[in-house]
């Protein structure tokens, strides 16, 4: 657990620490904001790059303090703690990523992101899709809380249902994952966040219908 820590701790401040020392050497003006067409349509400053990893600390915390508020609620080990660390370890590499990438469109003034063979989506919902098969590993060891999992109020109802609908969950977890890696290595720009925000919304949907059903059953 002291590994992870250090790791997300890292992950938390790296960005903000590796934009900090290259504001010293980005231009003045770098590329703001890009269109669905990967087309930048607005030149900003270079302090606008500050933002994501503004916001990824912001986000450290908060995961922090989720892990927190999970562990109070389970009396015998740490395994809530856990969940909740990894999930900030995959949203803070993603965060980190996105800083990366920014970073280097800055430094190049990329004016077409179409040219790259990796833009930001693939990158991005790449990570996520990662993120998510770990996250279905160890989804089914988690305790019974407030905080974390597939959390609904069917999925609540007892022990039972808890353990089923994590169970679940992790299984769903591991396939949306592997569905949208797949998704990433062949699917480019709008098309790939279409399809991999599809296969969210789908497995959300998913999952939410099994713990009701679950819930009727137990």
């Known amino acids: 657990m002291k590994g992870k820590k250090i790791v997300f701790?890292?992950?938390m401040f790296l960005p903000l620490m590796g934009t900090l020392?290259?504001?010293?050497?980005?231009?003045?003006q770098i590329p703001?904001?890009?269109d669905s067409d990967n087309q930048v349509t607005r030149w900003g400053?270079?302090?606008?790059v500050l933002i994501v990893p503004i916001v990824t600390v912001v986000l450290g915390l908060f995961f922090l303090g989720m892990a927190k508020v999970a562990a109070r609620q389970?009396?015998?080990?740490?395994?809530n703690e856990k969940v909740c660390i990894a999930a900030g370890i995959v949203t803070l590499l993603i965060f980190n990523a996105m800083t990366g990438y920014i970073l280097y469109a800055g430094f190049h003034k990329v004016e077409n992101l179409s040219f790259h063979p990796w833009d930001v989506n693939q990158i991005l919902f790449g990570l996520l899709g990662i993120g998510m098969i770990i996250l279905g590993n160890i989804m089914p060891k988690?305790?019974?809380?407030?905080v974390t999992g597939l959390k609904t109020r069917w999925s609540m109802k007892n022990e039972t249902t808890w353990k089923k609908s994590q169970r679940f969950g992790g299984i769903s977890y591991i396939i949306g994952g592997a569905v949208i890696v797949v998704i990433c290595f062949f699917v480019r720009g709008?098309?790939?966040f279409?399809?991999?925000?599809?296969?969210?919304?789908?497995l959300l949907a998913v999952d939410v219908f099994y713990t009701y059903k679950i819930a009727q059953r137990c």
């Open 21 to 28: 020392a290259a504001l010293w050497f980005l231009p003045e």
């Open 190 to 192: 709008m098309y790939c």
């Open 45 to 48: 400053s270079k302090y606008e």
């Open 142 to 146: 988690l305790r019974m809380n407030a």
């Open 74 to 79: 389970e009396e015998h080990g740490n395994n």
């Open 194 to 202: 279409l399809a991999a925000s599809a296969v969210i919304a789908v």
């Open 9 to 11: 701790y890292g992950l």
């Open 32 to 34: 703001g904001h890009y």
